[in-house]
């Protein structure tokens, strides 16, 4: 079982940037693959980034790439999500996902486990 805890968000103006980690406990880090998804309200779960289970392969969603970045530190059982250039259309809460089998890192329904979320706020 996979304890994950996001942090790192905040009250950011647009143009802006933020920093989220995502700290993993009670698994080995290095057998699960992490994806980090967002939900604004009254809208379903989106996928925002994703990276294999050593970090050599990343994936994003088109309406962040060149702007997020995603990396793990397997040392530290720790992912990230760097975000520049922030939009008030990036305001969601931002949640943590793990899976430890294969598959399509953009479907949601595939990760086994989730951590609590952490809001992100993008202002105008």
């Known amino acids: 079982q996979v304890q994950l805890v996001e942090s790192g968000g905040g009250l950011v103006q647009a143009g802006g940037s933020l920093s989220l980690s995502c700290a993993a406990s009670?698994?080995?880090?290095?057998?699960?693959?992490m994806g980090w998804f967002r939900q604004a309200p009254g809208k379903e779960r989106e996928f925002v980034a994703a990276?294999?289970?050593?970090?050599?392969?990343?994936f994003y969603a088109d309406s962040v790439k060149g702007r997020f970045a995603m990396s793990r530190d397997n040392a530290k059982n720790t992912v990230y999500l760097q975000m520049n250039s922030l939009k008030p259309e990036d305001t969601a809460v931002y949640y943590c996902?793990?899976?430890?089998?294969?598959?399509?890192?953009?479907?949601?329904?595939?990760?086994?486990?989730w951590g609590q979320g952490t809001q992100v706020t993008v202002s105008s």
């Open positions: 009670g698994g080995t880090f290095s057998s699960v693959a």
């Open positions: 996902a793990a899976r430890d089998h294969r598959g399509n890192p953009y479907d949601v329904s595939i990760y086994d486990y």
């Open positions: 990276a294999n289970f050593i970090g050599s392969l990343t």
